[in-house]
């Protein structure tokens, strides 16, 4: 929902409702206000503010809608020092991490204390507080310096020598084992997951997928300014942690003219290797399209496919010991493995080895000291088009790895701390809404016939709902759960770099071992701060965590037009996955299936070329005032999408306003300052206001070739011109830019 958009294929998902029967309401003990009395508590106050100042009323919102809706916005945020972009969920974000760095953080004075007894809880925090300290305590990871990782890549060295023959076939299976020990976050050229079955959604399946590559994408492998930086990268700190000199004592920063010709040579082989890598990758579109790539293979058949791995022991030396899997391997591309032992014939022991000694330089060394990560971060700030040195607070790096590694301790303070108790009610009852936006509607659209009708209906019956946290596998409420779940991860007050690889260890261990289990349908494995929400369609399911459900997304005490144009859209749109042109090959328990005719499936790829082609007509500016244009088959999924969400929305926000038109059960209420607006104007206005982000050019050309989501401009102005809802509320002649003749509409 949110760039860079994650569509989670893990099996990922609590079940926490089915639809109703119609729409819902929770109203509980609120303040009543009819829909013509104007609200003053202090939230309607800040909701109305954060509106008004984020608006530009002299804009015609019918010329430019964003401008409208976030001219304010522009005028008065910068983008930070050291970042690529600010916007709401940015500034929603560094909200929840001052939160989280009251829970994790000693120095502010305000981290939870145990109750006295509380085994559990004692244990939670403890790990919670070791592993922040660990990370706070510089002088040891300096004084560790580059050991810990030159320690890492010595045992792929000392498995892999360098030479101009051949890679030994056992080596290289043991080898690439080895590195799938570090997780998915690590990987070689092949990426071994654990996800679940398309064909089966009861049960998990070993899944291998192609990856490997340094750089954001193939394409920028055919860049020979970034190819350079890149290569001049990789030789900095293959000196860095390898050479003979300590680079901590350097007095000045290396430049390339200081790197030794053995470690440019290294260099040269590591992306050599990788440009043939990007020569042989599987191209993004058909990547996306499961009906073409998604392979079912057994051992046998893979060591056919790629006779230069033995995958019996290369499997063996990835898994934890005592772990027999005996079902099928789902490839990611059959046509990338026939392409890999072409590429795997021909290179040599010596490119392989300096291959992945980079793999594992470039995932592990933001786990040392500042001098011996420096190139890399130097690397990673030019391709985001950021200049100026991030600021180093190293409490927010710290704050990041405990979040992350303890991830459901965290949240679990984090939700005592900011999730009122009827929160996640009424998040669930709009999604709920919502869902019955959707069933009212498909009965409407001519072109979708009875049999496909159906087949949607009961999609939407079987969407599992996950809202705010999760209740199982662990319980985020329960010390005890989080205790018994956390066990296995050891945390040390003094290793920090130890800590960070035990964790990855570990995290792949659990991960492998559910491989003979059935899908966990009760697990939500995301931060519970996270400001996004997700469809996963394996699962059929929507995960919406706490960290988003604030405002400007989603308050209790907003009135329902601001919530259903922030939550509603959000709920609507990760629904809408469920329906685009890669959430179509679901059906409603997540087995890829053709559950369409071929007269509606005609019609669909009618519809959605529509949609193809008007993204493809809007730009941005690049660096340097040029126009780029979008990619609008490559951010097809997310426009109809963001299109269909908009448009269930408003409808049923709209239905329930006005089945209620003096607000005796639904709030409706006003907003100070803004009576000039119709609540249906402040619907509109409410959904552009999560997208009033400003970027970089580079960092917006990079969004434009590399992600699946619109630039936010866009995101607001697509919806709108092709929304009658909209042109209807600000009454926007016919013709006008946000009224074209021509709408696109798919559901």
């Known amino acids: 929902m949110v760039a860079p958009k994650i569509q989670i294929l893990m099996a990922i998902g609590v079940a926490l409702g089915v639809v109703q029967a119609g729409p819902i309401s929770i109203r509980g003990d609120k303040p009543s206000f009819d829909n013509k009395a104007t609200c003053k508590s202090a939230q309607c106050k800040l909701t109305a503010n954060g509106i008004i100042s984020d608006m530009d009323p002299s804009v015609d919102p019918c010329q430019d809608f964003s401008k409208f809706a976030c001219g304010g916005f522009f005028k008065k945020n910068d983008i930070p020092s050291g970042r690529a972009q600010i916007g709401p969920f940015d500034i929603l974000n560094d909200n929840n991490v001052r939160i989280l760095r009251t829970i994790v953080d000693p120095s502010q004075g305000k981290t939870p204390k145990a109750p006295a007894g509380d085994v559990a809880a004692q244990n939670n925090i403890k790990k919670l507080q070791s592993l922040f300290s660990s990370c706070m305590d510089e002088k040891a990871i300096s004084k560790a310096g580059r050991k810990p990782l030159y320690d890492e890549v010595q045992k792929i060295i000392k498995l892999l020598p360098a030479s101009n023959s051949p890679v030994d076939k056992k080596t290289l299976s043991k080898i690439l084992g080895q590195i799938a020990q570090y997780g998915f976050l690590t990987p070689g050229f092949l990426n071994v997951k654990v996800t679940v079955d398309n064909n089966n959604p009861e049960a998990n399946v070993l899944t291998i997928t192609e990856d490997g590559l340094g750089l954001a994408s193939a394409n920028l492998y055919k860049d020979e300014k970034q190819v350079k930086e890149y290569r001049e990268t990789i030789a900095a700190m293959f000196q860095t942690v390898l050479g003979d000199e300590d680079v901590a004592k350097r007095t000045k920063p290396l430049t390339p003219k200081d790197i030794k010709k053995e470690w440019s040579d290294a260099a040269k082989d590591a992306v050599d290797f990788e440009i043939q890598l990007a020569a042989i990758k599987t191209t993004f579109k058909d990547q996306l399209d499961p009906k073409n790539n998604r392979g079912i293979r057994t051992v046998d058949q893979l060591n056919a496919m790629t006779p230069s791995i033995d995958w019996s022991f290369f ?433």
């Not at 059929?540 to 859209?569: D, K, R």
């Not at 089945?659 to 803004?674: R, T, V």
């Open 315 to 747: 499997l063996q030396e990835a898994f934890p010991p005592g772990l027999k899997y005996k079902g099928h391997i789902t490839i990611g591309s059959v046509i990338f493995h026939t392409r890999l032992e072409g590429l795997l014939q021909v290179a040599s022991s010596k490119s392989l080895q300096r291959y992945f000694t980079w793999v594992l330089i470039r995932s592990l060394s933001g786990n040392l000291a500042q001098p011996y990560k420096q190139p890399k971060v130097n690397f990673d700030n030019f391709t985001n088009g950021i200049y100026a040195a991030p600021q180093n607070d190293r409490w927010a790096t710290c704050l990041t790895v405990t979040n992350t590694n303890l991830v459901h301790i965290t949240g679990h303070y984090f939700v005592k701390t900011v999730f009122k108790d009827n929160s996640r009610q009424e998040a669930l009852a709009i999604v709920d809404n919502i869902i019955f936006s959707y069933e009212k509607t498909f009965p409407t659209l001519s072109w979708l016939d009875e049999k496909t009708r159906d087949g949607a209906i009961k999609k939407l019956q079987g969407i599992v709902k996950a809202i705010g946290y999760s209740t199982e596998n662990p319980d985020d409420v329960s010390a005890k759960s989080l205790d018994d779940f956390y066990k296995g991860y050891i945390v040390a007050d003094k290793d920090y770099f130890g800590n960070q690889v035990r964790y990855m260890r570990w995290m792949t261990a659990k991960a492998f071992a559910a491989l003979p289990l059935p899908v966990d349908r009760d697990a939500m494995e995301m931060s519970l701060t996270t400001v996004n929400g997700f469809y996963n369609p394996s699962f059929n399911s929507i995960y919406i965590p706490a960290g988003i459900l604030q405002s400007p997304v989603f308050h209790t005490e907003n009135p329902e037009y601001v919530n259903y144009g922030g939550m509603g859209t959000v709920g609507g749109h990760e629904i809408g996955h469920a329906f685009d042109n890669n959430g179509r090959y679901y059906d409603a328990i997540g087995r890829v299936t053709n559950w369409w005719t071929d007269v509606t499936l005609k019609a669909f790829e009618e519809k959605t070329k529509c949609f193809i082609d008007q993204y493809s007509k809007f730009t941005v500016k690049g660096p340097k005032g040029e126009n780029v244009n979008l990619n609008g088959e490559m951010t097809l999924p997310e426009n109809l999408a963001d299109n269909a969400g908009v448009k269930m929305a408003f409808r049923i926000w709209q239905s329930r306003f006005q089945s209620d038109p003096k607000g005796n059960k639904i709030q409706n209420f006003k907003l100070p300052g803004l009576d000039k607006y119709t609540p249906e104007q402040l619907f509109f206005i409410s959904y552009a206001r999560l997208w009033c982000t400003k970027m970089t050019p580079e960092a917006l050309v990079d969004l434009v070739n590399h992600n699946s989501h619109s630039p936010t401009q866009w995101r607001i102005n697509g919806a709108a011109q092709n929304s009658p809802d909209f042109a209807k509320a600000f009454k926007c002649k016919a013709g006008a830019p946000m009224n074209p003749t021509k709408k696109c509409e798919v559901w």
